[in-house]
């Protein structure tokens, strides 16, 4: 890593200009930085950086090796990013403000998409830390905003391998696992935890709070206001449990074993017969007690899953059609 020690001029030769219509994703062990562009002498920058024309890097951003800023794209306040990070044109990482924003490796953020901002959470104070942790390997498409938490003891947190499409919205202090869909206008609220593995439809809102469990997927246009416990599948305008995300599991290698249980364990608890008068606590208590299905982990997750959704803090489960075998 070395600091730019000055701005660079506007006599850069012709050749170098060029040379950035050319960059391709081997960076060569130098970095480039178009003339038009604005780096401030304390920024620091790995090798084979490259900064197009009217960025911006400020004084306290870090780039790791082998970054790249497209036209138009800027870095503010105490930023630092992995290795091998792309900013699309318009792209903008970091506020001017306490606290800090950390990105990882190999990290895609699209064009005009936002991240690592100021909250709009009204409880936020001028003057408090501010934070955003970013893993590894997402794709961060156009317009999406990302904000960073809304007070000094909480951060936003993202993972690693997420796919969050076009006009997204991740708001103050959620926490987003790995491996997740999440498709265009998806909307999450603050503290919205989201585990790993889940994927959304279209215009997907989920209300502040709300908790997305792993291996889960939301229908289009759905409007979530309670939680999603794992593996299941939900949708509606105020959404409803549709079943097991079946199909998801298939994908994620879940054997038929698996998928058996959880499918017996969900009639258990959802679907019961006509002549089961027994409450839902006392359903989901009979499916933990049962010495065969206890044992398969995936049903005990899914049972822990449901139950942590009714702790005291926790908004409960979406709801769900009381069906009979009938």
Not at 53 to 72: D, H, I, M, Q, Y
Not at 192 to 215: L, M, W, Y
Not at 278 to 306: H, T, W
Request: overall charge neutral.
């Amino acid at each position: 890593m070395y600091r730019v020690s000055k701005l660079r001029s506007s006599t850069i030769a012709l050749s170098s200009v060029l040379s950035l219509t050319r960059f391709s994703s081997s960076f060569s062990e130098s970095s480039f930085v178009h003339p038009t562009a604005i780096v401030h002498p304390n920024a620091v920058l790995g090798q084979g950086v490259s900064i197009g024309p009217f960025c911006t890097v400020g004084s306290s951003a870090k780039l790791g090796n082998g970054c790249r800023l497209n036209t138009g794209s800027h870095i503010y306040g105490n930023t630092e990013l992995g290795e091998r990070c792309v900013l699309m044109t318009g792209a903008v990482v970091g506020d001017d403000l306490p606290g800090r924003t950390v990105m990882g490796s190999n990290n895609m953020i699209g064009h005009y998409a936002i991240v690592g901002v100021k909250c709009q959470d009204l409880k936020y104070k001028p003057g408090d830390e501010c934070f955003l942790d970013v893993g590894d390997n997402n794709e961060i498409r156009e317009h999406t905003s990302i904000h960073r938490s809304s007070k000094s003891r909480d951060r936003t947190v993202i993972g690693n391998n997420n796919l969050i499409m076009g006009s997204c919205h991740i708001a103050h202090d959620c926490k987003v696992g790995n491996n997740n869909i999440f498709a265009n206008g998806t909307l999450l609220g603050g503290h919205v935890v989201v585990g790993d593995h889940a994927h959304t439809a279209g215009a997907t809102v989920v209300h502040q709070f709300c908790h997305i469990g792993s291996f889960s997927f939301i229908g289009g246009g759905s409007v979530v206001s309670q939680d999603v416990p794992k593996y299941m599948m939900v949708s509606g305008e105020r959404t409803e449990l549709r079943g097991l995300n079946l199909e998801g599991l298939r994908r994620h290698g879940f054997t038929s074993t698996e998928i058996t249980s959880l499918r017996t364990a969900y009639r258990r608890i959802f679907m019961p017969v006509d002549e089961d008068v027994r409450g839902f606590e006392e359903r989901l208590a009979e499916l933990e007690q049962d010495e065969k299905l206890a044992n398969v982990p995936a049903v005990c997750y899914m049972a822990q899953s449901i139950r942590d959704s009714f702790e005291e803090s926790r908004r409960g489960i979406c709801k769900y059609r009381h069906w009979t075998s009938s």
